[in-house]
Every structure is written in C-alpha cells, then in structure tokens.
C-alpha cells in the first residue's frame, strides 16, 4: 500500500493584504448559534460561546502566527472571513477594545 500524499492548496491560493477592520465575519459561519446575524451579534457570539477571549489572550502573549492566516472571500467588494472568524475577531478586539461584549474584558499586565 502506497502511503497517502497530503495535497496543500493553500499556497496556490491567491494572496492580499487587508486590514483588520475591512474584514467581516461570516454570517453564515457554523459555529454560530444562528446564522445571518449581524456583525455585532457574531462578535458577542464569537466571545461568550467560542472562547475568543483565549485566542485574544494567546495572540496576546504568543504574538500572531502569519503561518495561519484568515481564509477570506471577496464578494461584491467586501472582505467576508470564511476560516478563522475567532482569531480576526481577536485582532479587531486588540485594536477596538470597546467591541468585545461587556463582561468579557480582558486585562493585559503592562
């Protein structure tokens, strides 16, 4: 028996810069407890049932990995985040603390 290639497409995907606050998260995502919420409503779903405060906290202290990036679609000009809605709401957490829901605050020692 043959041992198994794993195929890797990823690096024959095209590839773009964006900034953090042009992405969108994915309303349709699977993790959501509803879809097509709006994006406030992910956000608050994204940190009360899918721990995005332990992604925040591991970027953090860990720093980003650029080896993972966010998988993202463009549609009609718009930048919507298919693969890794929890780290890109991390990123927009780090950037507009007032985002993440109430209660949910982290504080960073400095």
Do not use: C, H
């Not at 608050?44 to 925040?56: G, P």
């Not at 463009?74 to 709401?89: C, T």
């Amino acid at each position: 028996m043959s041992a198994k290639k794993i195929l890797n497409y990823q690096n024959a995907w095209a590839s773009k810069i964006v900034r953090v606050d042009e992405l969108l998260l994915d309303p349709l995502n699977i993790r959501l407890e509803q879809q097509g919420w709006a994006q406030d409503e992910i956000i608050n779903d994204l940190f009360a049932n899918e721990d995005a405060v332990q992604i925040l906290r591991n970027i953090y202290e860990n720093g980003y990995y650029p080896d993972e990036p966010p998988v993202v679609i463009k549609e009609k000009a718009l930048y919507y985040v298919i693969d890794g809605n929890r780290r890109v709401v991390s990123l927009k957490a780090m950037l507009t603390p007032g985002i993440a829901p109430r209660g949910t605050a982290v504080k960073f020692g400095r």
